[in-house]
């Protein structure tokens, strides 16, 4: 079975750093891209960041670009986001989820599964 | 990038009844690459339909999906009580990938 446990969520003040991990199993991680999307609370989804099978292709909303950078190991089976210049806006749960692809944007660029959350909330 | 605007925001129906939702494009969607997630409540999103009209593993026929360009659709034939929930549709035709706001589907 696929499955996918985000971890390192939590309380952090306006300014501040945290990182995410995604610990996947259940298939072949290298084969596959993998994408952190967010849903900031009662509200809808919004996608964050993309990697490719062998991290040679990243992407970014333009929301988080140049404050977050998304990395991979693919012998640890294990997805990151790390986030820095936290602002109060970056609060919600953020998923992991694998695209249906190597790259990290293509004609399969569908998520599934999704990971159950971690929640961030940025407040002083 | 290109914006989701999905029709209506809430959608109340009876359990029977064929729902409707309406997904449609700032600007054409590459080849019909456009998704649909199933979101319950505490729940993670779920996939339904991918390539605009192919359903995935596992998901009942009585979803189904369709349209091209920029205007797409997901119906659903006869409503079951455990498919009122929020649903969202998604583009991957550019490296910008982008989600609609989401409809309600509710009980009447």
């Known amino acids: 079975e696929v499955q996918l446990v985000e971890s390192g969520g939590g309380l952090v003040q306006p300014g501040r750093s945290l990182r995410l991990s995604c610990a996947a199993s259940?298939?072949?991680?290298?084969?596959?891209?993998m994408h952190w999307v967010r849903q900031a609370p009662g509200k809808g989804l919004e996608w964050v960041s993309g990697?490719?099978?062998?991290?040679?292709?990243?992407g970014y909303a333009d929301s988080v670009k140049g404050r977050f950078t998304i990395s991979r190991d693919n012998a640890k089976n294990s997805l990151y986001l790390q986030m820095n210049s936290l602002r109060a806006e970056d609060t919600a749960l953020y998923y992991c989820a694998k695209m249906e692809t190597s790259d990290f944007w293509s004609d399969k660029g569908w998520f599934d599964p999704w990971g159950q959350g971690t929640l961030v909330t940025v407040s002083s | 990038e290109i914006v989701l605007t999905q029709s209506p925001g809430t959608l109340s129906l009876s359990p029977g009844e064929r729902a409707t939702l309406s997904c449609r494009a700032s600007q054409s969607v590459s080849s019909s690459y456009l998704a649909w997630y199933q979101q319950k409540p505490g729940q993670a999103p779920r996939l339904l339909i991918y390539g605009a009209s192919s359903r995935a593993t596992g998901i009942p026929d009585r979803f189904s999906g369709s349209g091209s360009g920029t205007d797409f659709t997901l119906t659903i034939s006869r409503l079951e009580p455990e498919d009122f929930a929020v649903y969202y549709c998604q583009q991957y035709g550019s490296s910008s990938i982008t989600f609609g706001q989401g409809t309600r589907l509710e009980i009447k």
């Open positions: 990697i490719s099978w062998n991290s040679g292709s990243i």
């Open positions: 259940g298939f072949t991680f290298d084969d596959y891209a």
